[in-house]
């Protein structure tokens, strides 16, 4: 098994630019989450998804989209990049909201100018 | 909902010393504690997790406590290594309640020879 993986590792953008970080995971599992990490915050819960078709907000939501159309992917789409959007971002899965250990993937840096 | 406070948020210890990372949970009927660590540009991984009907859990150089009337949980680890050097996080939840997992603020463990 793979686990969870995302794509890209480093991105660079300007600020209203729009792209997608995209997430995968090979264990069959149910939910799915989005954080953003940034120094002295921990971890902040962006959206999840408890399964395909089903997603919801989380802490900090504003500015970023998502969507769940398989079990195996959630990508994390920014419509119009702003610098407070800069931070690293990691995608995590679970095999139910609830319930097991949640693994997480390498991560994404991102850098809006 | 939940809250979550870790610290130290920085600890420097000597090889072979023990150190400590404490967390204070504000939900009383939060009953998972899950510890992270983190290495340098990877994702979180789950090192060690206690749930609320037991009061310490250890695994070879590593132990968790947890005071549930104090609502508070601790990490402990013994005999540490440079390898140790890392940012640990905290998190709590309510199993199979719907609640998500509520993360510290990390603490940044640097191991000295």
């Known amino acids: 098994n793979a686990g969870v993986t995302q794509t890209p590792k480093f991105q660079v953008l300007k600020t209203g630019q729009s792209m997608t970080l995209q997430c995968a995971q090979d264990?069959?599992?149910?939910?799915m989450s989005w954080y953003r990490q940034d120094p002295g915050m921990g971890l902040r819960l962006i959206h999840y998804?408890?399964?395909?078709?089903?997603?919801d907000q989380g802490e900090v939501p504003n500015g970023y989209n998502v969507s769940r159309s398989t079990t195996e992917d959630f990508p994390l789409r920014l419509l119009s990049a702003a610098p407070s959007q800069t931070s690293v971002y990691f995608c995590?899965?679970?095999?139910?909201?609830?319930?097991?250990?949640?693994?997480f993937g390498p991560g994404t840096r991102l850098t809006v100018l | 909902g939940e809250n979550v406070e870790q610290h130290p948020s920085t600890l420097s210890v000597q090889e072979g010393d023990s150190a400590v990372i404490k967390c204070t949970y504000s939900?009383?009927?939060?009953?998972?504690f899950p510890w992270y660590k983190q290495e340098l540009g990877k994702g979180p991984q789950l090192i060690i997790d206690?749930?609320?009907?037991?009061g310490e859990k250890k695994d070879q150089r590593i132990a968790v406590t947890l005071n549930k009337t104090a609502k508070h949980f601790s990490l402990h680890i013994t005999e540490t290594q440079p390898e140790d050097s890392a940012v640990y996080f905290c998190a709590a939840e309510l199993t199979g309640g719907g609640n998500k997992l509520t993360f510290g603020t990390g603490t940044q463990l640097k191991v000295e020879l």
């Open positions: 206690i749930r609320s009907n037991v």
């Open positions: 264990m069959n599992h149910e939910y």
């Open positions: 995590a899965s679970r095999r139910i909201l609830g319930e097991g250990e949640q693994f």
């Open positions: 998804s408890v399964g395909a078709g089903i997603t």
């Open positions: 939900d009383s009927a939060s009953n998972y």
